[in-house]
Structure formats: C-alpha cells, structure tokens
C-alpha cells in the first residue's frame, strides 16, 4: 500500500480544527450580541426602581394593612405618615395601593379593604434623576399620588390643603 495515497483522520490539530475554531467564534459573537445590545445607548433597560418610600394620609382616620406593590408599609394614624420604608422595589407601570380602614366600633367602613380609585402611573421619564425617594399621599376620596424627590419627600400640595381646610 502506498503511504501517499492514505488519508490522515481528522483531529483536533488537523484540518478541522479551524472550520470548528470559525464556528465556535461565530455562535460567540451571535449568542452574545443581545447582551451587548442592551447597554447600548448608555441606559440600562430595567423594569423597576428601587427608592424609600414614605406614605403620607390625608384621612381622618387609622389606616392599617397598608400594601404598595406587595410590599407592606405599615400603619398610619389620623392624617399621619409611614415613617420611611427602605429599598420598596416599584415596577415601572400601574401600581397597586391597598388599605384596611381602622377606627371605633360603628365607624363606616371600618375594617374594610380598600383600594386605590385612580391609577398610579410610574414611569422611567417621569422619575426625575438623583430621585432617592417617593412620596405616597392618600386621600379622603381614596385616590392617592406618587411624587419623587432628591431628598425625604415633603405634604403634597393638595394634601396642605386638605389640612389647611380642617383647621
């Protein structure tokens, strides 16, 4: 048999070895294309952000139960406050406010489950930047707002003048 005229397997360091290098090489960059897709633009692409929450009220009332996006914020006396909850993830979107209704014996609706009127809206472009923190302001008329700020959030302007009012 002539030496010449035998074919050498395929190996590792032989022939195939490139074809399989390119194609390695190739799925890396199209496997890891999308990753590098999304910081582009300098922004990173997230669905939620996270900020201290204070809630405020502006009822007349013991509020207990309260649950913003699944996160418990505690219980709040007659037009009183949270105190400052930390780290409340809040997915960009429709938010959720939930509420139980506290107060003497005969009061109406007391004990009840009660829910936002209005829909909370965040979103990316209306969260001004160096925001630290949100401000949640509930109403006698069971609507609520969401504001940001740098800094420990302040009464809204309509709540003032809820309590401006009572006076």
Not at 5 to 29: Q, W
Not at 137 to 147: F, K, M, R, V
Request: proline share 7%; charged share 20%; with cysteine.
């Amino acid at each position: 048999m002539n030496k010449q005229n035998k074919k050498a397997p395929a190996t590792l360091t032989g022939s195939a070895a490139p074809d399989r290098r390119s194609a390695l090489k190739l799925f890396s960059i199209i496997a890891f294309m999308p990753l590098t897709a999304c910081g582009q633009g300098g922004r990173k692409m997230d669905n939620d952000i996270v900020l201290d929450v204070e809630m405020f009220s502006y009822v007349d009332r013991v509020i207990t139960d309260i649950i913003f996006n699944g996160t418990d914020l505690g219980v709040m006396n007659r037009f009183g406050g949270t105190g400052t909850i930390t780290g409340v993830r809040i997915p960009y979107g429709a938010q959720t406010l939930t509420w139980t209704l506290g107060g003497p014996k005969g009061t109406p609706r007391n004990g009840e489950p009660m829910m936002i009127k209005n829909i909370l809206l965040v979103a990316p472009e209306n969260v001004p930047a160096g925001t630290q923190y949100a401000g949640l302001h509930l109403y006698p008329d069971d609507t609520a707002e969401i504001t940001f700020s740098e800094f420990i959030p302040e009464r809204s302007a309509r709540g003032k003048q809820i309590l401006a009012d009572r006076k």
